[in-house]
């Protein structure tokens, strides 16, 4: 892989990065070069058979570097979204611990995630505080707020930008497979501030779209660790399903339950590269004190596209 433009590149990202509570300070181009030559020696750590590396920036403070997933190819990028779909947050956690990346989802509060439209945990842990992330040779920048997924090729003698919708399936335009005229789905529901004693329980149905990443997830979560409160989330599967593009099949989403005293618990019955162009996904969530008994009663979330 050539390495000589990714940290040219790199100083532009840092002139665009998305998330406006990171600071990015430019420094000299020759010295980013440099990095990126000691970068390109190091090796692919192997977890779980998901061939990954941390791109270290350390011409920067450590207060304004940016580092990055680099994952050596599409299909070990593949099998990180497979793989930590629907484990707990503790193993998105692990993932982070085993590299010593500073990821988008450790780094950032959900808040400010969701301010930026990164909805999903797992998509937030591919990404670096500025929303880059690297598969083979193609190195992307995501701006999901603003519809915009940069991709520069590394591999290219000449620094060029290709610009792209958080709509679009980018790794088929990429590997010529042409370019859908199907419009993909949009859509959340939400719930936040709902108070159960002390406790403020936040509680979503969303479809992420990110040109490389999309995902159907609902998630409820309480501001607070331990404690006596409960919480509960409830996926029927009688009507839920969903389309891909591309793919005739209408599949249907599995039934699913979880609850307890952790401080979050989701289920996200879609992940992958390809977007979804029809769904149908309602989840029923309740919080209760098993203290007070004082609960909120079940309530549902649901969001639809193209049924």
């Known amino acids: 892989m050539k390495t000589k433009n990714i940290f040219t590149i790199t ?4 002139a665009a990065c998305v998330v406006a509570v990171v600071s990015c300070t430019k420094e000299k181009t020759e010295n980013l070069k440099q990095e990126a030559i000691k970068n390109n020696e190091s090796s692919f750590s192997n977890i779980n058979g998901i061939h990954v590396r941390v791109e270290h920036d350390t011409t920067m403070s450590k207060e304004a570097r ?4 680099n994952f050596e190819t599409k299909s070990d990028y593949e099998l990180a979204i497979s793989t ?9 956690v692990a993932f982070e611990n085993r590299l010593s990346f500073n990821s988008m989802r450790s780094s950032l509060t959900e808040l400010q995630r969701e301010d930026n439209e990164i909805e999903d945990d ?45 709509d679009d399936e980018i790794f088929d335009i990429l590997e010529n497979k042409g370019e859908s005229g199907d419009k993909g789905c949009s859509a959340k529901n939400k719930v936040k501030g709902s108070d159960v004693g002390c406790n403020s329980i936040n509680a979503k149905v969303v479809y992420q779209k990110a040109g490389i990443y999309f995902s159907l997830q609902s998630k409820i979560k309480k501001d607070c660790y331990g404690g006596t409160l409960e919480l509960f989330l ?74």
């Open 11 to 14: 100083l532009m990202v840092i």
């Open 66 to 69: 940016i580092d990055w997933l």
């Open 84 to 92: 930590y779909s629907n484990l707990p947050e503790d193993s998105l």
């Open 122 to 166: 797992l998509l937030a842990t591919l990404l670096s505080p500025c929303g880059t992330i690297q598969i083979g040779d193609y190195y992307f920048v995501l701006n999901v707020s603003k519809d915009t997924v940069l991709m520069y090729d590394l591999s290219s003698a000449i620094e060029t930008v290709r610009v792209f919708s958080t």
């Open 234 to 307: 409830s996926c029927g599967g009688n009507t839920n399903t969903y389309k891909r593009n591309r793919d005739n099949t209408i599949y249907a989403i599995p039934a699913y339950g979880v609850y307890g005293g952790d401080h979050s618990y989701h289920y996200r019955p879609y992940s992958g590269i390809r977007k979804l162009v029809n769904f149908h996904f309602s989840v029923s969530f309740l919080a209760r004190d098993s203290f007070s008994n004082i609960d909120t009663g079940w309530f549902d979330l649901s969001i639809h596209c193209g049924v």
